[in-house]
């Protein structure tokens, strides 16, 4: 079936320093992926997403870019902020029933 | 944008009460919508699909009879959390998708339930 790997968190940075967050995927056909961020109490917001391969999703400084050879949707933000701080969670829609499953979500923790 | 809205935000019920939560597409349609449980610091586990005018689908390992969903409207879903326990405290989030163009899910900003 289809699955969403996350790395573990909690990831601790300092500010201004660079964010990798990897994602990987196992679907069949071609699904789409996002990525989503939710903040202590909150419920989710769309960061960025993306629909097909090759296609860069992008928003407030996050990048992804959906790698279909290596099943991948990894995110990137080349300087995090203190108010970048939360959870972020991989996810990817299911092409034939449009379910979304998602990663078990990764604690980001900047540091001032 | 596309807005979901969920009712009430929190709840604080006593045990063997049941609970209702809201949820709405306040500005698109929605045939489909989908309930989510999430625990502490954990993921999201998809509950249940509701079905505008039709019956829900349930996850397996879901009780359909403690977790009533009806989904009366093409804007309007309801969970409710029949003879709450406290195991049932958690974080529970909808969404609704854009049956029209996008198939997207738009999330609601979620209700916590407390069971005491």
């Known amino acids: 079936g289809n699955s969403v790997t996350q790395m573990e968190g909690p990831v601790t940075l300092s500010e201004e320093a660079f964010l990798t967050i990897n994602c990987t995927y196992t679907?069949?056909?071609?699904?789409?992926l996002f990525w989503y961020v939710q903040y202590p109490g909150e419920g989710l917001q769309l960061l960025l997403k993306a629909t097909k391969a090759d296609d860069k999703g992008s928003n407030k400084g996050f990048e992804a870019t959906y790698r279909k050879e290596t099943t991948s949707f990894h995110l990137e933000k080349g300087s995090v902020q203190v108010s970048d701080s939360a959870v972020y969670f991989c996810?990817?829609?299911?092409?034939?029933?449009?379910?979304?499953?998602f990663g078990t979500g990764t604690r980001l923790k900047v540091l001032a | 944008g596309a807005v979901v809205s969920q009712h009430p935000s929190w709840v604080i019920c006593k045990s063997g009460t049941s609970v209702k939560i809201e949820c709405r597409s306040l500005d698109f349609q929605a045939t489909t919508m989908f309930w989510y449980r999430q625990f502490p610091k954990q993921s999201l586990m998809l509950m249940a699909t509701s079905n505008e005018g039709s019956k829900a689908t349930y996850e397996q390992g879901v009780e359909k009879d403690k977790f009533l969903i009806n989904h009366a409207s093409l804007t309007l879903s309801t969970l409710t959390v029949t003879s709450a326990h406290p195991e049932d405290s958690s974080f529970y989030i909808c969404?609704?998708?854009?049956?029209?163009?996008?198939?997207?899910?738009?999330f609601g900003p979620g209700t916590r339930l407390t069971v005491t």
């Open positions: 679907a069949t056909g071609y699904p789409s």
């Open positions: 996810a990817l829609s299911d092409q034939g029933t449009y379910k979304y499953i």
């Open positions: 969404s609704a998708r854009d049956d029209v163009s996008s198939y997207e899910q738009y």
